[in-house]
């Protein structure tokens, strides 16, 4: 069906607790079932791992999308990975939890994610829930590149669920910015920024790099992230026909607020560049308000919501969309973030000035962290 054909879900019909329902527990739903798991190796997808490992002993198995490297075995990443803090009370709890997890060599910007037929037969015979978390999170990265990745990677693993016999959930993890026209984001699919086809005929010519063709397609849309997630979520809301599917669209994803570890996190992305480039000067000057709302919410929140909405799907019958967002109840904005910064014992305060003119920032920046930067 098209997108014009897909009804526009009210957000009272997309709750998580909507209608008298009589569920399992978490842990139960999971019990014999095989997962495949995408993104293991990135910031949220690690928690995905830890956290379905730990809290759902009796998984059957997780398989992993995971690409080759040179040097290294599959099984030798996988060691690798089990060797970060992040897993310590998951080896403590159940050592031998290794075990479950298996890796399928491929990449999701290949066609059929480049799996080998083997692997493919497997996942269509054993697997009933799906997690793709895997994505391109530069900005900035060409488009072609990008939808490449974020789009057609997301076209492989739902024709991968499209095939399950026994497919029972498939949670896609988007973005809350892949609308940021609207003020207020429903729980719903919007319109597409483009045409998905028109963006892929565009790509196909050898001038597929025309800003202004690129400005046009994107409208509103701040960078190519966020433009390709918008489409990724159309090309679900067309195409996921029979299958149980759960959209979640996180915020700024922070370090985890308890579990596995309180504070934990492994990446430069998000909040955590900005907090680090202020600390330490490099960033002195931002475009906005310190009354701008910074919308963080912490990793541990993401996973748990994707698990429990997977466990919930069946009871279903239509594509369902969440926002997983702080804003609304725990706003954080930019000046009251740089207060908290400057309680924290450090060997200098923190100072951001904020400004609305883009002329401004630029010479502001240019005398503020450029020139100290070149005399350091």
């Not at 209608?19 to 798991?37: E, Q």
């Not at 370090?255 to 600390?279: F, V």
Request: aromatic residues 10%.
């Amino acid at each position: 069906m098209t997108y014009r054909q897909i009804k526009e879900y009210d957000a009272e019909k997309v709750t998580l607790c909507s209608g008298p329902a009589s569920y399992v527990s978490i842990p139960n739903f999971y019990t014999g079932k095989s997962i495949f798991l995408t993104g293991v190796t990135g910031f949220l997808g690690k928690v995905f791992l830890e956290k379905l490992l730990f809290s759902c002993n009796d998984i059957e198995n997780i398989y992993i999308l995971i690409r080759e490297k040179k040097g290294k075995t599959p099984l030798q990443r996988i060691e690798e990975l089990f060797d970060k803090p992040l897993f310590s009370r998951l080896k403590g709890k159940d050592p031998k939890c290794v075990k479950k997890v298996t890796p399928i060599i491929g990449d999701l910007s290949e066609p059929g994610l480049g799996i080998s037929n083997a692997d493919e037969e497997t996942l269509l015979q054993k697997v009933s829930v799906v997690f793709h978390v895997a994505a391109s999170v530069q900005f900035h990265k060409e488009l072609k590149e990008i939808i490449n990745t974020n789009v057609g990677g997301t076209k492989y693993v739902l024709q991968l669920c499209q095939q399950m016999k026994e497919i029972k959930a498939f949670v896609h993890v988007s973005t809350a910015y892949c609308n940021t026209d609207q003020k207020i984001l429903e729980e719903r699919v919007y319109p597409p920024p483009a045409e998905l086809s028109e963006v892929l005929k565009f790509l196909q010519q050898p001038q597929h790099d025309n800003k202004k063709r690129i400005k046009e397609f994107f409208k509103n849309q701040p960078n190519s992230y966020t433009f390709a997630k918008a489409l990724a979520e159309t090309y679900i809301a067309e195409n996921c026909g029979h299958v149980p599917t759960i959209i979640i669209r996180p915020s700024i994803i922070s370090a985890s607020l308890k579990e596995p570890l309180p504070g934990w996190l492994d990446t430069w992305n998000g909040a955590t560049g900005l907090i680090t480039a202020s600390y330490n000067g490099a960033n002195r000057v931002l475009l906005g308000e310190g009354s701008n709302i910074l919308d963080l919410i912490p990793v541990d929140f993401v996973a748990n919501l994707a698990i429990v909405a997977a466990a919930r799907c069946s009871s279903f019958s239509s594509l369902k969309v969440y926002n997983c967002c702080s804003s609304g109840c725990n706003p954080l904005t930019l000046k009251q973030l740089i207060n908290h910064m400057n309680h924290v014992e450090f060997d200098k305060n923190v100072s951001i000035i904020f400004t609305n003119n883009k002329a401004s920032l630029s010479t502001l920046s240019f005398f503020l962290q450029k020139t100290p930067s070149f005399t350091a």
